[in-house]
């Protein structure tokens, strides 16, 4: 088997010899705290740390035996808490590593409503947040760290790798719940019609400790823990269902070196799912081990010494080796994402069409009374106007019938992205302005492609002093008409400086006579397929920054709605509005290029749009 894992290859194994059975077990359970009786137990310490929302998560921290910048972050599975992991540490036998091990929100000695969570993108952003505040605290690299994530902690922990595009070193999977074993049929169209009528409440899981594990102290530790909780929000069911769909159909964009570890027997989850998952991956190091017999708590299975020595050869093997990240995204990834945007350049197969062509008399039609709809079809759906009024987000037309149609307009996964972006960008853009207000008297921002930049303005009124300064440049003389109205409304005329310019004129942006402190470049990459332009661009921007400076970019993954947009709207030339989803690997690298260094990335629930910030650096 060593030689099996050490070698940089795409593997799937089989292992007839991981059969559940007769093994050596745990300790007879002598109390219910929480806690696995531990072998030979290795210090633990014990702690809380606020994410991004101020929540105090609790987490078990093992120190390595001596210090090391390595490090292992545990994620547990759905109703479990970081108490259950304490025998996986033992087995990792990892002791040079450090490894740290949470407890969801809403999970263990977590605060919150037993399996609740505000969403389970909010469940995606606790991982980033977690991963960044104790990496901080602990002084520990992430690009150094490798994760190993069970059943929905696995699905929360491939999310982030797919939107943030963390510099971890590996993810090991461990029976991601890619999909549920939901028993009742149309279980899930069922709970999203009771979500109308209630929409918070929970289900209980019907899973004993004899479904998950043949070890019956195990499964006896499980049903007895009263840290273990059975419920699960409706809505996080639901939203894991949602992101597990869009991780199946999206997993080639994921590069990171990832082994996946599955049950035969699972009662639990689909193996068939996560065998497509794992078909899909785009990472140059990926293996799939599937262990016959075994339960989906492979990882407290009678004979989990054996997925776990596994898992401990590839952890040991990534983070033993060289630690340079791979500068370039595998060029299948490119071509995937550009093959996406070419084939929307084409005309729809013939059968497609008479769907899409009723979508366009429609929107030609009756849903002009839609206020929203009308400023799309004469200035462009990716217009300023037009976002503008989905940043306003208030329903206007004609009658109740047009404002009842410019709701649903509005409430478009795409636009609810875009407001969330608009809410991530101003928090990132605040937060940027303070550190450089920290350092120097005047604040200087360049938005290259700001149409009106209402945003923009909102976050200079807020700064308590006039020393900062903006100049917003686009190409659409209507878009800066409007924004040099609301500047002077908002009696920003002195701080807001509107102006012509081509964002992809590298030479022009360069050539910036005073360097400006932050750059902003939003909503504008994805509407062009050629990676050249985009690299133009970050280059004239690079010249543009001062050294140190910031350059906070959008992107846009992924989207539910391409093919019906590209086939029924129009961009501000008038021509079909087809977008070019690159993923965040993708973003990233071209960023890297023109020299900035990321630092972090936030996004919305659905993974629409990303909003990240990057640092300068030299050349």
């Known amino acids: 088997m060593k030689s099996e894992l050490n070698r940089d290859a795409v593997e799937v194994i089989d292992r007839p010899d991981a059969a559940a059975g007769d093994a050596t077990r745990t300790p007879a359970v002598q109390e219910m705290s929480g806690r696995i009786p531990q072998m030979d137990a290795r210090p633990v310490e014990e702690h809380t740390i606020a994410v991004w929302d101020g929540t105090e998560l609790f987490y078990r921290f093992w120190p390595a035996d001596q210090p090391s910048d390595k490090s292992l972050l545990l994620f547990h599975r759905g109703h479990e808490h970081s108490g259950r992991m304490g025998d996986l540490v033992e087995r990792l036998d990892l002791r040079d590593v450090n490894i740290i091990a949470w407890d969801a929100r809403g999970h263990g000695r977590s605060p919150g409503d037993r399996g609740y969570a505000p969403s389970f993108g909010a469940m995606v952003r606790d991982v980033d947040s977690f991963v960044h505040a104790v990496s901080q605290r602990h002084g520990l690299p992430i690009h150094d760290m490798a994760v190993l994530a069970h059943s929905v902690g696995a699905v929360a922990v491939t999310a982030w790798v797919h939107d943030y595009h963390p510099p971890i070193r590996a993810m090991v999977l461990a029976t991601p719940a890619l999909r549920v074993k939901l028993y009742v049929p149309l279980a899930i169209p069922g709970l999203r019609f009771m979500s109308l009528i209630k929409p918070r409440f929970n289900v209980s899981s019907y899973v004993k400790g004899k479904m998950l594990t043949h070890d019956p102290d195990m499964a006896a530790t499980y049903d007895a823990d009263t840290l273990v909780s059975r419920n699960i929000a409706v809505n996080i069911l639901l939203g894991l269902h949602d992101t597990a769909t869009r991780l199946l159909d999206d997993a080639d964009a994921i590069v990171t070196p990832t082994l996946v570890l599955s ?173 450089v207000g920290a350092q120097r008297d005047a604040v200087r921002v360049l938005d290259i492609a700001a149409g009106p930049g209402r945003y923009l303005l909102d976050v200079l009124a807020e700064c308590p002093s006039g020393n900062v300064t903006a100049t917003l440049r686009d190409r659409d003389e209507a878009g800066l008409a409007a924004g040099r109205a609301l500047a002077e409304r908002m009696n920003l005329t002195d701080r807001a400086r509107y102006e012509t310019g081509d964002a992809f004129d590298e030479a022009a942006l360069a050539a910036t006579t005073d360097k400006v402190d932050i750059a902003i470049v939003s909503g504008l990459y994805e509407l062009f397929a050629d990676d050249a332009m985009i690299a133009r661009s970050l280059r004239g921007l690079h010249g543009a920054v001062r050294d140190d400076g910031y350059l906070i970019y959008t992107n846009q993954p992924w989207h539910p709605q391409l093919d019906m947009i590209a086939r029924t709207l129009r961009n501000r030339d008038g021509v079909p509005w087809v977008m070019r989803c690159r993923s965040q690997a993708e973003m990233d690298q071209l960023v890297a290029a023109a020299g900035f260094e990321k630092i972090a990335t936030q996004t919305d629930d659905d993974g629409v749009f990303t909003v990240s910030l990057a640092r300068r650096i030299s050349r």
């Open 263 to 435: 049950a035969e027997n699972d009662w639990v989850v689909r193996n068939d799912a996560q065998r497509t998952f794992f078909d899909r991956l785009s990472s140059s190091v990926k293996r799939h081990i599937t262990y016959p017999g075994m339960y989906h708590a492979i990882l407290h299975e009678t004979e989990r010494d054996k997925p776990i020595a596994d898992a401990r050869a590839f952890l040991r093997e990534r983070l033993d080796a060289d630690a340079t990240r791979d500068a370039d995204t595998p060029p299948a990834v490119r071509e995937r994402t550009q093959r996406k945007h070419d084939r929307l350049s084409h005309p729809a197969p013939l059968w497609q069409r008479p769907w899409w062509w009723v979508q366009r008399v429609g929107l030609a039609t009756v849903c002009r009374l839609s206020k929203g709809i009308r400023i799309g079809a004469s200035d462009g759906f990716d217009s300023g106007r037009s976002l503008d009024h989905v940043y306003r987000n208030t329903a206007e037309g004609v009658g109740p019938l047009g404002r009842l149609i410019d709701r649903i307009y509005l409430n478009a996964a795409g636009w609810r992205g875009i407001r969330q972006r608009k809410r991530n960008m101003h928090a990132v853009l605040t937060e940027t302005i303070a550190r």
